[in-house]
């Protein structure tokens, strides 16, 4: 990354550059199952006309289902980085983001001209958020949850008590159907104040179609989307969100999740047997380490050259270059990882 850029705008996809085994990108897979390709293949036809209000009514009926809302409480997205991008247009006077987090929203928010207060939570007690941390001024709360790169899953009642009146709290999900049951999900309540973004990139390997939407009360949606464009997600992007609320797919989901919990737990057992290497506890489909002080960023750059992409957590605020992020993968990817990893701090120790 160049040292003069923004660190905030710098994401895993920079890291993993072609030719690298990508532990640096949370996306499961390296692209969406056979169904669903036949669903988006079959919008192709349709790509002469514009994305219609049917469809995008069809799309947000599928997500209230999915979450017991109605539809008028969905905002169909062009990915969950468009509602961060769309923050600015409720006009906060002070944001609070949780930190370390994803950076997007404070990207976003400051280059509106947003004040910005970091709420930071420490690795001393598991990264868990205390809402009494966050200033009373604060009239916009962010936070992920699970949060990235952590893998925190904050309780869902820690995050009710950061609602308070005149504040709207955004609640980042994109990792939640990750997650077994989706436990400490608010994506089903109708609170005042209360925003929910969820992301389809992740777990069904659509990073490039970009689909997801926002849940909250229709007068927030309405603010949050008032500059929008016309036709703003794409006619494939709209099957998507609709194929992937469907009782079918929330179910194939839902047994993703629990294979990646047993994968999860043994790629943390193999990393932890590094001598040297911390695997901090988490939910989410990547797992965050913590290195010998002051080896981190030799490592990396040791494990680059042994043809590994892992994700830099310095460009995260609270973290620095001896974390880094590393994605749940397969058995034989993980052994290729542990022995780099093993040879990398071997090496700057010598």
């Given at each position: 990354?160049?040292?003069?850029?923004?660190?905030?705008?710098?994401?895993?996809?920079?890291?993993?550059?072609?030719?690298?085994?990508?532990?640096?990108?949370?996306?499961?897979?390296?692209?969406?199952?056979?169904?669903?390709?036949?669903?988006?293949?079959?919008?192709?036809?349709?790509?002469?006309?514009?994305?219609?209000?049917?469809?995008?009514?069809?799309?947000?009926?599928?997500?209230?289902?999915?979450?017991?809302?109605?539809?008028?409480?969905?905002?169909?997205?062009?990915?969950?980085?468009?509602?961060?991008?769309?923050?600015?247009?409720?006009?906060?006077?002070?944001?609070?983001?949780?930190?370390?987090?994803?950076?997007?929203?404070?990207?976003?928010?400051?280059?509106?001209?947003?004040?910005?207060?970091?709420?930071?939570?420490?690795?001393?007690?598991?990264?868990?958020?205390?809402?009494?941390?966050?200033?009373?001024?604060?009239?916009?709360?962010?936070?992920?949850?699970?949060?990235?790169?952590?893998?925190?899953?904050?309780?869902?009642?820690?995050?009710?008590?950061?609602?308070?009146?005149?504040?709207?709290?955004?609640?980042?999900?994109?990792?939640?159907?990750?997650?077994?049951?989706?436990?400490?999900?608010?994506?089903?309540?109708?609170?005042?104040?209360?925003?929910?973004?969820?992301?389809?990139?992740?777990?069904?390997?659509?990073?490039?179609?970009?689909?997801?939407?926002?849940?909250?009360?229709?007068?927030?949606?309405?603010?949050?989307?008032?500059?929008?464009?016309?036709?703003?997600?794409?006619?494939?992007?709209l099957e998507a969100v609709v194929a992937c609320s469907e009782p079918a797919a929330v179910a194939?989901?839902?047994?993703?999740?629990?294979?990646?919990?047993?994968?999860?737990?043994?790629q943390a057992a193999a990393l932890a047997a590094v001598p040297g290497v911390r695997v901090l506890?988490?939910?989410?489909?990547?797992?965050?380490?913590?290195?010998?002080?002051?080896?981190?960023?030799?490592?990396?750059?040791?494990?680059?050259?042994?043809?590994?992409?892992?994700?830099?957590?310095?460009?995260?605020?609270?973290?620095?270059?001896?974390?880094?992020?590393?994605?749940?993968r397969p058995a034989p990817q993980v052994a290729r990882l542990v022995l780099a990893l093993s040879?990398?701090?071997?090496?700057?120790?010598?």
């Open positions: 990354m160049d040292s003069g850029a923004d660190p905030l705008r710098h994401h895993g996809d920079v890291d993993a550059a072609p030719g690298l085994l990508d532990f640096a990108v949370n996306v499961q897979g390296s692209g969406p199952p056979r169904w669903l390709r036949d669903r988006l293949a079959a919008t192709l036809d349709d790509l002469g006309r514009y994305p219609s209000a049917e469809h995008d009514a069809r799309a947000r009926a599928a997500v209230a289902a999915r979450h017991g809302r109605r539809p008028d409480e969905v905002l169909v997205l062009a990915g969950a980085a468009e509602g961060f991008a769309l923050l600015p247009a409720l006009r906060p006077r002070l944001a609070a983001v949780v930190h370390p987090g994803f950076t997007e929203p404070e990207l976003a928010l400051r280059t509106a001209g947003v004040p910005v207060v970091h709420v930071f939570t420490d690795a001393a007690d598991g990264h868990r958020l205390d809402p009494a941390a966050v200033p009373a001024g604060a009239d916009l709360v962010v936070v992920g949850n699970p949060t990235n790169p952590t893998g925190v899953l904050h309780p869902a009642e820690t995050l009710r008590a950061l609602l308070a009146p005149g504040r709207t709290v955004v609640v980042d999900e994109a990792f939640a159907d990750a997650v077994p049951g989706e436990p400490e999900s608010v994506a089903g309540e109708s609170a005042p104040g209360l925003l929910v973004l969820r992301s389809l990139t992740k777990t069904w390997g659509l990073a490039g179609l970009r689909a997801g939407y926002a849940l909250g009360a229709p007068e927030v949606l309405a603010r949050l989307g008032h500059a929008r464009p016309h036709w703003p997600v794409s006619t494939p992007a194939e989901a839902e047994l993703a999740a629990h294979r990646l919990v047993a994968a999860r737990a043994e506890p988490g939910t989410a489909p990547y797992l965050l380490l913590r290195l010998p002080d002051g080896h981190g960023e030799r490592v990396r750059l040791a494990l680059r050259t042994a043809g590994i992409a892992v994700r830099r957590c310095d460009t995260f605020p609270g973290l620095d270059a001896d974390h880094l992020r590393v994605a749940v040879e990398a701090l071997a090496g700057v120790r010598a």
